[in-house]
C-alpha cells in the first residue's frame, strides 16, 4: 500500500546514510540520478537519459588554446564534478584514451559548481546535456566536442517508486507527466 492516501509528499532531496538498505522507506516517489544499489522493493524507471560532452566558456576558447581535437584539452583546466573524476574518465576513455591527466585539475563537491566554474572561464568540464540546455542556448557555455558525447546508465534519470506503488493512479499520472516532459526536451 502507498504511503499517503491523500496526496503525494513533498519532496526531499538527499541520499539515504551509508549502510541504510534496511532502513524503512517514507516516500511515495523519488527521482533518482547515479545510484545504481537501491533497495530490493525499489524499481527505477528510466524517465531521462543523460548524455555528456566537455563544455567550457566560450571567452575561454577565444583567449587559451583552441579546443579543435581532443589532445588539445593538455593545455586545458580540467573541472571534475566529483573527486571520483568518474565523468572525465568515461570520457576520456572514450575519445581521449591516455591523452589526458585525469588527477590534475579542480575537484568541485557539486557539479553545478563545476559547471558555474566552466561558464566563468576556468577550465572545461563534462556537461550533462539534459541540465545545461539553457547555459548552451544562452550561449554561457558552449560545446567544443558536441559530437562526442557519453551516455552512461548509471548516471541516467530515474523516478524511483516501490514496486507495489505503481499502480497507485496518483503516481501513474506523476509518471506520464515526468515522462512527458523529459520527452520534449
Known amino acids: 500500500m502507498c504511503r499517503s492516501p491523500q496526496r503525494l509528499q513533498h519532496p526531499r532531496s538527499g541520499r539515504p546514510p551509508k549502510g541504510a538498505a534496511g ?14 544499489n537501491r533497495p530490493k522493493d525499489i524499481e527505477a524507471v528510466l524517465v531521462l537519459q543523460s548524455f555528456g560532452t566537455p563544455v567550457c566558456s566560450p ?10 581535437s581532443p589532445a588539445d584539452l593538455v593545455h586545458h583546466n580540467l573541472l571534475h564534478e566529483t573527486p571520483a573524476r568518474h565523468d572525465w574518465n568515461v570520457w576520456a576513455g ?12 579542480e575537484v568541485f563537491p557539486s557539479a553545478d559548481m563545476a559547471y558555474r566554474a566552466a561558464a566563468m572561464g576556468q577550465g572545461v568540464a563534462i556537461g550533462d546535456l539534459a541540465v545545461l540546455q539553457e547555459e548552451i542556448a544562452k550561449g554561457e557555455l558552449v560545446q567544443p566536442f558536441s559530437n562526442m558525447q ?24 506523476f509518471h506520464k507527466w515526468v515522462s512527458d516532459e523529459a520527452a520534449r526536451s
Do not use: M, Q
Request: hydrophobic residues 35%; aromatic residues 10%.
Open 23 to 36: 532502513t524503512a522507506l517514507t516516500f511515495d516517489l523519488a527521482f533518482d540520478c547515479g545510484y545504481p
Open 59 to 68: 571567452k575561454l576558447l577565444e583567449r587559451g588554446v583552441p579546443l579543435t
Open 94 to 105: 572514450r575519445f581521449a584514451p591516455n591523452l589526458l591527466d585525469l588527477n590534475s585539475g
Open 150 to 173: 557519453i551516455s552512461d546508465d548509471t548516471e541516467a534519470y530515474h523516478l524511483c517508486c516501490r514496486r507495489d506503488c505503481w499502480t497507485d493512479p496518483r503516481i501513474a499520472a
